[in-house]
């Protein structure tokens, strides 16, 4: 059986080597959004005609370190996580060392900004969280739902589940930022800017840790002058809290077959925009809900309009993916929903700040995967705990991060003569006996009664029905049988769209939305959107889909480039550098030969509630300095540390 020593911290600094110490100098030094300091990475890539000394390079040992519990994901789950996790050494008197890695160059930045959050996990984490509170922090003072034609709103009963009263309208952004500091008080070791795209194994199967990315490997696979290996993370308990669609999960969940007798997960993606607006169009605590138009009675989804902090209003529209007409483009009907007179009477002054886009679980209670496996567990959108009909996921997903953490110390300090993996058994019953089930089993059928011949009509009917008198207090569950791949149907099926051009006031071409994202990716890295073969993904999916990725990615990753050579007429690009790391390829391409990995750590989106004028700008010079000369890194770096 694998041996899983108990050393403590102190005890562990002291026997690392230099450079494992000095990695952790390095990390806990460097100033936030630092990108110079990221310092390792691995990342699948081609490794062909490499050198005899490159190989060696890339196959050198690991330094190693030991932690009781790696969390994976500092979003509300995995901080959650750590946070009970630090208060239970607190309470119970026993160490745990806690390390957490995230992707994003800085806490919060990979996070969609504008969001309604319930605080029922907070209050419990937290119970004194009100008099240090994130900000902005608007609590809501009405709400509204409505239909829309394109021209009229009707106004819709709420169900009780999409009642707002007692909650907070805040950026989800500045919370994770704000979670991460108490994280951090109470001893959580909180590493933003490092990607982990690797798990360990013991012998006997079971999880064991993660390994970062290596950093500084070229475009082919080649060690760069900046290359340094990764770093290995030996752990108790691996938490995996990676949002909607982890990479690890995906790998994790397919190992252990943790979806065994349970239904497929099916996804939506938002997309977001942070307003200005002037004084006498906000409404303080104001909270939106709209469905119909621009959508069509066969596609689920709905948008939000939420007036929060200094005037400023967050909008959305989320579509499930489940769409069968290839020539939808999610962004194209957001910008198209903007112009429609209940949002555009609010934004017609105003000025769009900032743009982002996530996938996000729509399953539902059926959908949930088995959230154990051999020495972790799955936490937060990980696992999949949103309330579709809410659009609400932080509380449940800190809940679930907040139960495994009690679980995982009870393990990780009672189990000191078992040499086995942990296995996290009383996290799902925990689960089971929260509010958590409770509140998902309430309402499991609403999302997949749309599943129905009268499309949206038929949903709303029956899931009106369902939250307003049964309250899920019915004998059966409905299903989910097609995956969003799956559902995807062939282009010639439907007449293409005609949208309409974006106007540059309340509709924005794609170019200008991502540049407000603020992503960037080194250019001579490897693509961290593996397809085995282009031509093949080409071949069997331009003829029948008509070039669906370019319409579902909303940062314009994808395109089919004419190309006479070819015997489809176009050439596959991906153009890697704008991802925005939604994972709506890898959830929505026909073919599934889009597999998304984490690209080196700290790059990606920079979501925060505002983006200057001087980062958007620095943001055009640096993707122009990158197309013109990929040796310009240090003038790239500089700009982004403006
Ligand atoms: C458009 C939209 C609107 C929403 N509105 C609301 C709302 O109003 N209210 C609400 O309560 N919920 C809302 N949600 C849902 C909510 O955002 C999620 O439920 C919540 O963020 C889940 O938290 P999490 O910690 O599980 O995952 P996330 O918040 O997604 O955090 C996961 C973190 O893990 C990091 N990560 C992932 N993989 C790796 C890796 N391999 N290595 C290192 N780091 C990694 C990511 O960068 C990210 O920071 C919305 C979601 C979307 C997309
Ligand atoms: S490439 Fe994939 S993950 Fe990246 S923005 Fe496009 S759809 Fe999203």
């Keep these: 059986m694998p041996s899983r020593p108990l050393i403590s911290t102190a005890i562990c600094s002291l026997t690392r080597s230099s450079r494992a110490i000095h990695w952790r100098l390095v990390v806990s030094q460097r100033p936030t959004n630092a990108r110079f300091e990221r310092t390792y990475r691995t990342t699948a890539c081609r490794r062909n005609n490499l050198s005899e000394d490159d190989r060696r390079m890339l196959q050198e040992a690991r330094e190693e370190d030991e932690a009781d519990v790696v969390i994976v994901g500092g979003g509300p789950a995995g901080l959650a996580a750590a946070i009970r996790l630090k208060q239970l050494e607190q309470e119970k008197g026993k160490e745990v060392r806690v390390v ?35 900000a902005p922090l608007t609590p809501v003072k009405s709400d509204k739902m409505r239909f829309l034609t394109e021209k009229y709103s009707i106004p819709l009963p709420a169900p009780p589940q999409m009642h707002n009263a ?12 704000w979670l991460a500091a108490k994280a951090e008080e109470v001893g959580v070791e909180v590493y933003p800017g490092f990607a982990v795209n690797e798990l360990l194994y013991d012998h006997s199967g079971a999880v064991a840790g993660i390994a970062t990315n290596d950093m500084g490997i070229s475009k082919e696979g080649a060690p760069k002058d900046n290359f340094q290996r990764g770093m290995e993370f030996r752990a108790k308990v691996t938490l995996l809290a990676e949002g909607c669609h982890g990479s690890l999960t995906k790998g994790v969940i397919k190992k252990y077959d943790l979806r065994r007798e349970k239904d497929v997960q099916t996804y939506g993606i938002g997309l977001k925009e942070v307003w200005e607006v002037p004084e006498e169009d906000w409404r303080e605590g104001e909270v939106v809900h709209t469905m119909g138009w621009p959508l069509t009675s066969q596609v689920y ?5 939420y007036h929060f ?3 400023l209003v967050s909008v959305g529209l989320v579509v499930g993916l489940d769409y069968a007409n290839p020539w939808i483009s999610p962004f194209r009907e957001f910008q198209r929903m903007k112009h429609h007179p209940i949002y555009s009477s609010v934004l017609k002054n105003g000025k769009c700040l900032s743009y982002g886009a996530r996938a996000l679980n729509e399953g539902g209670l059926q959908s949930i995967p088995q959230l154990i496996f051999p020495g972790g567990a799955l936490i937060g959108c990980s696992a999949g705990f949103v309330n579709v009909p809410k659009i609400k996921g932080t509380h449940t997903a800190m809940k679930s991060g907040m139960l495994a953490a009690e679980s995982a110390y009870n393990a990780i300090t009672s189990d000191t003569t078992n040499d086995s993996a942990i296995a996290l058994y009383d996290y799902e019953d925990s689960i089971k006996q929260s509010w958590v089930y409770r509140e998902l089993n309430e309402v499991r059928n609403v999302r997949p009664s749309f599943h129905n011949p009268l499309g949206v009509y038929g949903g709303v009917l029956y899931s009106g029905i369902d939250t307003l008198l049964l309250k ?4 059966w569950t409905f299903h989910h049988k097609t ?5 995807t149907q062939p282009a010639d099926k439907f007449k293409p769209i005609d949208y309409p051009k974006p106007d540059g006031k309340l509709s924005f071409d794609l170019l200008t939305s991502v540049a407000r994202t603020g992503t960037m990716h080194d250019e001579d890295e490897p693509v961290h959107l593996q397809v085995k073969d282009w031509d093949a993904h080409t071949k069997a999916s331009y003829p029948k889909f008509k070039g669906v990725e370019n319409r579902f990615c909303p940062a314009g990753v994808y395109e089919y480039v004419p190309d006479e050579t070819k015997t489809e007429g176009v050439r596959f690009q991906i153009n890697a550098q704008n991802c925005i790391h939604c994972k709506t390829c890898d959830i929505k391409v026909p073919a599934q030969d889009i597999n998304w990995v984490c690209p080196e750590g700290g790059d990606g989106p920079k979501y925060m509630l505002s983006m200057s004028t001087a980062s958007l700008l620095s943001w055009f010079i640096m993707l122009t300095l990158s197309s013109l000369n990929h040796s310009c890194w240090l003038v790239r770096y500089m700009l982004l540390r403006m």
């Design 301 to 305: 989804g709905g948008g939000f309009m």
């Design 472 to 475: 899920g207090r019915v004998p």
């Design 166 to 177: 007692g909650n907070y309208i805040v950026s989800l952004s500045e919370v994770v930022k």
């Design 309 to 311: 902090g200094e005037r």
């Design 100 to 134: 957490l890695l995230e992707k994003a160059s800085d806490m919060g930045n990979h996070t969609l900004s504008g969001a309604v959050i319930e605080p029922r996990a907070l209050n419990e984490l937290l119970p004194d969280w009100l008099e240090d509170p994130p």
């Design 483 to 487: 995956s969003d791949a799956q559902a």
